[in-house]
Each structure stands twice: as C-alpha cells, then as structure tokens.
C-alpha cells in the first residue's frame, strides 16, 4: 500500500454516500474502534483509516479463538486457511466493507483476495481509483496439481498467485511427510533443501501458467529442470504445523534459462532467502522438430550425446 497518509476526497472520489445513522447501524457490532474510524474516513476521507475499518470489519466476522492471529498485523494471513472463514462469511464481510468505504467489489475480483494484505491492498486502489495493469490470479491445489510435472508426493505447492512477473504460493507443512520420520527421529524438521524444492515449483508453475514475454515458444512441461540455486541463506526451522510462504520473482530470462529470486516467510518470519533459482525448460516439440528442421531450445543445457545436466 502507498506511504501517503492523508489523502482528501478530492484524490479518493466522491463521498461516501448514506447517513451516519445507517452506517453506525452497519458496525453495531464491531469495536468502537472501528466504527469511529468509519465514521472519521467519511468525513476526511484518510486512506490511513482503511486498515482499521476493513480489518475492524473482518474481526467483527471471526471466532473469538483466530482474533489474535488477525490483530498480529501480518498481511500474509488467509482468510479461509487461516482464520476459518468460509465463502459465505467472506462474502458478507465484503458487503460491510463496501458499505462503509463506498467502493464495489465484483465477484470475480473477491475471488482474488485470499489474504489480509489482498483486502488492504485492493481496497486502498478502489479507494484511490487505481488500477493495476496486472491481474492477480489465484490457483488452488488441485489446479496448480493439473499443471504441475510434479506431483503427490512430491508437490510441495497447496496454491498459487500469480501477479505480471512474481508469484506467491503456500505450502502447510503437515507433518506427515514420509522423509520426516528420518528427519529426525524424534525431531521432525522440514528440510532446506526441500523448501529450495518448494522455490524452484512455485517458478515452474509461473513458468508454465503465465511465462515471462521473453519466451516466445510453448514450454513442455516435462522437460523443466531445476539446475542452480545461489545465494542460499536459512534464518529459521521449520517443523510440523508451520505454513511456508512462499514468494518468487523474474530475474532474467534467457531461452533455455530463466532465473528467480525467492523467499519463504512463515507467520511474517523470514525462513529461507534464495537470491538465484535457475531453471532450464525446453520447448515444445513442432512437426519441425520432428522432421530435424527445427532448433532445440534446450540444446544448450545438454550435452552432445542428449545427457540432461539437470539436478
């Protein structure tokens, strides 16, 4: 969200329409809190109150029990997977905050804001009359599945959002991986190397669901490899119960390679920091190819004697 902290209506649109006695109806059950800075927002119309309106309303939704995950203040916090809330309930908190902020949200665009950080995010554009020229789209599992050469159990990507060149992706660490009963005996710890793993998927996913405009062929799914990684740093263990967040973004995109920066963040946490994940990835294969006319984009990756140099 941007830094400004007082933004006039002149800049966010036109007044919030209703009265105030409707409004204080709206929020009757939210915390004072709220409701006085609904209150205020209509009448100064600071973009610095949306996080307390639309957080306030949220709250006002949750069992008593997930409150304190949200008052964490972490951007990263589901709504579904995190604090319990279902399509229904999303839906109705969404329609309190379109009625105290005076912005509309259409369902296609709720089926984008997963987490707190979307809500914020989201809101605050409407509010400025922002657009993005990225759409945000987001995958679950048994989508990311459909696409992935990778799978169960071996797929270490539950979802996937995909936004111009970057991607987050999330992966709960259930416990019942088979490799962490020797991983330590007694001791499960979800290894680095397979949070590396978890990295260099969300790539490929953004690689074959929305891959960057400096490839111009189809990739085939099958033939993308994971072949170096570079600046590896861990700052955290992780064990059964956590949830790793994952975010990767383009470096550089050279056919046969492209090259990523990555993180993993677990409750707001910094876990794992990659600063290069390379990729080979080849095309798919044209009647040209077939006929020995065409080139092999991954030829470079290979050796002579077709010998794959992947990892």
């Given amino acids: 969200m941007p830094d400004q902290t007082t933004i006039t209506r002149e800049v966010g649109g036109a007044p919030v329409p209703g009265s105030e006695e409707l409004l204080r109806d ?21 973009v610095s109150l949306v996080p307390t309106i639309v957080l306030g309303i949220v709250e006002r939704f949750l069992d008593p029990d997930v409150a304190s995950k ?50 914020k995010e989201f809101i605050n554009d409407k509010i400025l009359g922002l657009s993005s020229e990225e759409t945000k789209e987001f995958f679950p599992v048994d989508q990311v599945a459909s696409i992935m050469p990778q799978q169960v159990p071996f797929l270490f990507l539950e979802q996937a959002t995909l936004e111009g060149r970057s991607a987050i992706g999330r992966y709960p660490i259930s416990g019942q991986e088979a490799f962490l009963e020797g991983h330590f005996k007694g001791n499960p710890v979800f290894p680095a190397s397979i949070m590396l793993e978890a990295l260099g998927q969300l790539a490929v ?8 405009q400096e490839i111009e062929s189809a990739i085939d799914s099958s033939e993308i490899y994971f072949t170096g990684v570079d600046g590896v740093r861990c700052h955290r263990i992780c064990k059964p119960g956590d949830v790793l967040d994952m975010k990767i973004q383009v470096k550089r995109v050279r056919e046969p390679i492209a090259i990523f920066s990555g993180t993993i963040t677990v409750n ?15 095309a798919e294969t044209s009647p040209a190819d077939l006929n020995g006319n065409g080139s092999d984009p991954a030829s470079q990756v290979n050796g002579e004697n077709g010998s794959s140099v992947h990892l």
Avoid: H
């Avoid at 279902?86 to 902020?101: F, K, N, R, Y």
């Avoid at 707001?268 to 080849?282: D, N, P, Q, S, Y």
């Fill in 70 to 119: 949200l008052q964490s203040g972490d951007d990263s916090i589901q709504f579904m997977e995190d604090l319990g809330m279902d399509s229904l309930t999303m839906i109705e908190a969404i329609m309190m905050v379109e009625e105290a902020l005076g912005v509309s949200i259409k369902n296609d665009e709720l089926m984008n804001l997963r987490s707190v950080g979307d809500l």
């Fill in 205 to 212: 996913f953004l690689l074959l669901k929305k891959p960057p």
């Fill in 268 to 282: 707001g946490e910094k876990a794992v920091v990659a600063e290069e994940i390379t990729l080979a990835f080849k």
């Fill in 26 to 46: 709206t929020l009757k059950r939210c915390s004072p809190e709220t409701l006085t800075a609904a209150l205020e927002y209509r009448v100064s119309g600071e």
